[in-house]
């Protein structure tokens, strides 16, 4: 790249150490301090942005001017900015949020306050709030990736919008001398390419070296998730039993976009092939993941073991960026209120009909009055149980409303009125209680020649465009690239999804249409300590949907489990995660593994819909038990 006058251009040394202090807004607050004086590290990133966080920012802002941006990082800044300016580690961090400006001036206050002068970059160009109306007027529909939906219906009620930025607003902002680059909404890996790329000079077109580095920071991106947090094998790492908490990653980036992944010594967790792995599967859907600088190969990427707490990421390879970049939007839905009831011992089933209908008879206008409502069952309870919680089940019913007072007291106040007059055991875990706000994510996508990333730098700005629209010769190369899903004989009844690939999208068909021209099930691999331990998972919300990752730590383990882990299998494993909804397939054989995406299965969001786990973190566990069950059992029989 063609330095800008003014600008300097670091010359590569060899790999860019670059560190992770948070995996999200709320994660534990010594992170930058561990990252920073616990080993050497070039840069120090972190992810303070989800969609729910900028939804949670919008609510924020209205109630305090600083209110825009994770102010934790401000926090963290003030335990380590010092050091970093002493040892020239830059700082490269989302934390901007709705407000990067102002998160800008406050590192700077942090700065003036120990005595000292920090250049802090500001990466914006992200919020669309105030161009929704010129964008749908000329023609952008913003439609929702999930349904389809134009936006024109909901616009009025849209209270943030912001492109997915990429990394070369981060690339020109360390160029220009930079200490610190603070930034609105970019790609989590975006924080970990831009250093990258910064460092090594890439250009624009260097493909498998920037999908390289998305494969890094994807991996690091959600902190401790990489060494050991929310992963299926805990039981295997160190220090985690006696309640120490891992370690957080750091990701050592080759000018080829190679990787090795490790945290630093004497900390908790560990950083395995199945701790990346895992944390590689999270949150993703079809293999080819999209960023807006490049599009990384999943199915390619290759994970192996360099040493203790030591993992090498290689094999990425890059396809050019896509023409669109996903937009991020969070309207706000009106109110939500929840009761739950428990129901003990015998005769749940007719117990929950009678709590429903004297509900809906007590409640003014019953459940007609309301937006939308829901009503679940769960059979949490054990016929034979020995203590009382573990014969009950729970009732949860949930109203969605725009009134407030409907959805508030005069819904819950009804449900006290049952307490002396329902069913026998009629208790509430949940008391009256007001209606609370929520927000629906609407994801959509939008001509990447549309956005423009701003860097600001002291008293100059300038502007640095997003990767241009793909050309038809490279994408047809593109497509031609990307795997299909190894749906199972199902050519009948496959269609194209959004980036050519090829995806079982259906509902209704019987196990026989599924399954028909497969092979028998293969035998279980020989393991003496049990199909437990070589069967992992990780789940995750994605939008509306819900992605549940499954790997295999053998090769003997991954030759049955790719064979006998249909999406036919899947929906027998957990049909009422399933039911109704369109299932994708995907496989990533490189890793062992295979991805699943229950489409729908979140609703409109984790803000809006009201399953007990709202982000589908739990999903992974359950399946892998019932896949260990369900194939350990069929096997004895």
Known sequence: ?????????????????????????????????????????????????????????????????????????????????????????????????????????????????????????????????????????????????????????????????????????????LEAGADVVVTGRVTDAAVVMGPAAWHHGWARDDWDALAGAVAAGHVIECGAQATGGNYSFFTELSGLAEGRLPGFPWAEIAADGSSVISKHDGTAGGVTVGTVTSQLLYEIGEPTYANPDVMSRFDTTTVTEEGADRVRISGTVGLPAPPTTKVAINYAGGWRNSMAVGLCGLDIEAKAEVVTNQLWATVAGGRDAFDETETRLVRTDSPDATGNEAATAWLRVTVWDDDEKRAGRAFSGAATELALSSIPGFYASTPPGSASAYGVYWPALIPASLITQRVTLGDRSWDVPMPGAVDPEDQAALDQHIDGDDIDAMDAHASVGPSGVTVDHVTDLTADDLTADDPADPALPNVPDGLASLIGARSGDKGGSANVGVFARSDEAWHWLQAWLTTDRLRQLAPAETDGLVVHRYRLDNLRALNFVIVGLLGRGVAQNSRQDTQAKSLGEFIRARIVHEATTASAG
């Open 1 to 173: 790249m063609t330095p800008s006058p003014g600008q300097t251009v670091r010359t590569p040394s060899g790999p860019i150490r670059i560190a992770n202090c948070s995996g999200f807004y709320g994660d534990r607050l010594d992170g930058a301090l561990e990252m920073v004086e616990g080993g050497p590290i070039d840069v120090l990133t972190g992810d303070w942005l989800a969609e729910l966080t900028m939804y949670v920012l919008s609510r924020t802002k209205q109630r305090r001017a600083d209110g825009g941006y994770a102010r934790t990082f401000v926090y963290q800044m003030s335990q380590v900015l010092t050091t970093c300016l002493d040892r020239g580690i830059k700082v490269v961090s989302n934390a901007g949020g709705l407000d990067p400006h102002g998160c800008a001036e406050a590192v700077r206050k942090v700065a003036r306050a120990a005595g000292r002068e920090v250049s802090v970059a500001i990466v914006d160009g992200d919020d669309l709030i105030d161009r929704l109306e010129v964008l749908t007027a000329a023609g952008h529909s913003l439609s929702n990736i999930d349904t389809g939906e134009p936006l024109g219906d909901v616009v009025d009620r849209v209270v943030t919008a912001n492109a997915y930025l990429g990394c070369w607003g981060i690339v020109e902002a």
